[in-house]
T-cell receptor, first 111, second 114 residues
């Protein structure tokens, strides 16, 4: 079945650590996105990529980094510069402007 | 920049009551409009979408939405809710052309009680 796989489902980070969230899709979609979901805040865009080897900052990119070396993969690194990283992170992909396919998310907690 | 406002943070309804969730957007050009639903512990799922044509859009599970261009609104409706409709609902918008990111509202939590 085609879809988006996010891993891990739960992730714990110590203060000062960088962690990387994985997002893989087998839908052959050109565009991929990372959103952060906090209670009462909806989904806020972190980074997006419309084509391999290119990506753009979203509304809350500070403290995050991404890469897009392959069409299928769009990993997100939460760096130590992100002061409030505890959140639910959602990855999505799309081929056109007609809506997204979402992954099941990664819940990141700082311990 | 685009923005989306969802007026109700939390709505509580009894089963069989009618539902209307408000959504207004801010954008100067032509838009695509979406409603997504997130059931407890599940993926975000697409309920319905509007690109062009008939402004009354029907989606899955008996939901519908009406695009009123003059009001920049895209309200979600269902004539009779069920307990299984308990979820969080998100309105989203993007520009009509180009593979542009979706901008989401803050969501409305719907609780349906028996």
């Amino acid at each position: 079945d085609g879809g988006i796989t996010q891993s891990p489902k739960y992730l714990f980070r110590k203060e000062g650590q960088n962690v990387t969230l994985s997002c893989e899709q087998n839908l052959n979609h050109d565009a991929m996105y990372w959103y952060r979901q906090d209670p009462g805040q909806g989904l806020r865009l972190i980074y997006y990529s419309q084509i391999v080897n290119d990506f753009q900052k979203g509304d809350i990119a500070e403290g995050y980094s991404v890469s897009r070396e392959k069409k299928e993969s769009f990993p997100l690194t939460v760096t130590s510069a992100q002061k409030n990283p505890t959140a639910f992170y959602l990855c999505a992909s799309s081929q056109s402007n007609y809506g997204y396919t979402f992954g099941s998310g990664t819940r990141l907690t700082v311990v | 920049a685009q923005s989306v406002s969802q007026h109700n943070h939390h709505v509580i309804l009894s089963e069989a009551a009618s539902l209307e969730l408000g959504c207004n957007y801010s954008y100067g050009g032509t838009v695509n409009l979406f409603w997504y639903v997130q059931y407890p512990g599940q993926h975000l799922q697409l309920l319905l979408k509007y690109f062009s044509g008939d402004p009354l859009v029907k989606g899955i599970k008996g939901f519908e939405a009406e695009f009123i261009k003059s009001k920049f609104s895209f309200n979600l409706r269902k004539p009779s809710v069920q307990w299984s409709d308990t979820a969080e609902y998100f309105c989203a918008v993007n520009a009509y052309s180009g593979n542009t990111p979706l901008v989401f509202g803050k969501g409305t939590r719907l609780s349906v009680i028996a």
